[in-house]
């Protein structure tokens, strides 16, 4: 065989096979987003959690939303760790609604906002910029699992391996939990949140209902059914009965602690009398409300024995 027909059979290989993948087509709650993962180098995330899933998936946004807590970096103490390992140091834009301008200042290629108060006209705002990755199809506002949310931002990063890996991990934790806590069983329990004279519930989708669930608890159907758009209802204290539960997961500051103790009707509670009550401490608070694959993993070593105590109903 002479060298020139190899030669050109060898080009037109290469030809066929491109230096680099081709663009990918992500959809989501606002529509469709191209993505070429090989090009992404610049993200910033305008949610209040989705640092913490770039930062398990090894990426390093160069931008990110505080939420609350006023940690450096927006970052909780899980998540730390995965911060320097990336070497992260991102801009913090503070503040509910999402800065556009801001945005726009920081020249990203990807925008992660898969977890964040973003409208249609927002959202077109931002894909002026770039790429934007709203919230996963076929979930509702703020209700979307993590794991749905980690695929999607693996998918645009080409990542998707990481993100299984991790999801595997998590599901592992918890599968021991619950073999270790065959007493969780058809308890129920659930999430809720005081202030200013009003109880704020979940429904059994929000993100620490839904972990709840998967240790075997059950969330009250009656709060499926009094949620509103935002996944939440709000009852005066006349209402305790309604959180009255196997185990109630308060997360609230001390003083509303000690505002819901010293009402009338507290005594005679389950959870007065027999302690199933438990207060989250300000990291536990913060790890339950960002919902990540790194919160997640360091909550459960609190959330857990925790829980265990509150079935039993030991008085603290």
Known sequence: MSLKPLALSLILAASASPLSAEPIHLSHSFGETVVDPEKVQRIVSVGYHEQDFLYALGLAPVGVHEWFGKK???TWPWAEAARQAVGAEPEVQNGFEIDVE??????PDLIVA???PMDQRTYEALSQIAPVLGRPEGFPDWGAPWEE?????ARATGRE???EEIIAGLDARI???VADHPEFAGKTATMAYFNEGQIVGYRSTDGANRLLGKLGFATPKAYDEMAGAGGNFTVSTERLDLFDLDAVLWLVEPPSRAVLEALPVWP???MAREGRAI????ELVGAMSFQSPLSIGWGLDQLVPALATAVAGKAP
Request: proline letters at 7%; aromatic letters at 16%.
């Open 161 to 163: 391996a990481k993100a």
């Open 268 to 270: 005679a509670t389950r």
């Open 102 to 107: 801001w945005v726009w200042s920081l020249q």
């Open 149 to 153: 949310e980690l695929r999607l931002m």
């Open 279 to 282: 207060w989250a401490d300000p």
């Open 175 to 177: 599968a021991k939990s």
């Open 72 to 74: 450096p970096y927006a």
């Open 114 to 116: 898969t977890f964040a």
